[in-house]
């Protein structure tokens, strides 16, 4: 199966799909959105806290999808709320 990198490098069409991060520690129910989404699209964009909630880090749901489901993620890593040291930490 191809990347979605090389998808783009060939100037295929792709789809995306953004899900937000669970609530709490618990991501079975993303694990379960994302499952049903395998397949049909090249990859799931992780939000990092949409509507300024606090929410799982995007990086670790990235991470947990792309090595127990076997799905690329591109995880969003926003400014907001974050001072140069906060963004350090985090990458």
Same mark, same amino acid.
């Not at 792709?14 to 669970?22: A, G, S």
């Not at 609530?23 to 395998?38: E, H, M, P, T, W």
């Given at each position: 199966?191809?990347?979605?990198? &090389? *998808? !783009? *490098?060939?100037? +295929?069409?792709?789809?995306?799909? &953004? /899900?937000?991060?669970? +609530? #709490?520690?618990?991501?079975? *129910?993303?694990?379960?959105?994302?499952?049903?989404? +395998?397949? +049909?699209?090249?990859?799931?964009?992780?939000?990092?806290?949409?509507?300024? *909630?606090?929410?799982? #880090?995007? $990086?670790?749901? #990235?991470? /947990?999808?792309? !090595?127990? @489901?076997? $799905? @690329?993620? $591109?995880?969003?890593?926003?400014?907001?709320?974050?001072?140069?040291?906060? /963004?350090?930490? @985090? /990458?």
């Amino acid at each position: 199966m191809m990347t979605l990198r &090389e *998808k !783009h *490098k060939q100037g +295929k069409f792709t789809i995306t799909v &953004e /899900l937000d991060p669970p +609530k #709490s520690s618990s991501a079975q *129910k993303v694990f379960d959105q994302a499952a049903r989404l +395998k397949g +049909k699209v090249d990859a799931i964009n992780i939000a990092d806290s949409p509507m300024s *909630k606090m929410r799982m #880090s995007p $990086i670790s749901l #990235s991470y /947990l999808l792309q !090595h127990n @489901e076997g $799905i @690329e993620t $591109i995880f969003h890593l926003t400014c907001r709320d974050r001072n140069i040291i906060g /963004l350090q930490s @985090e /990458l």
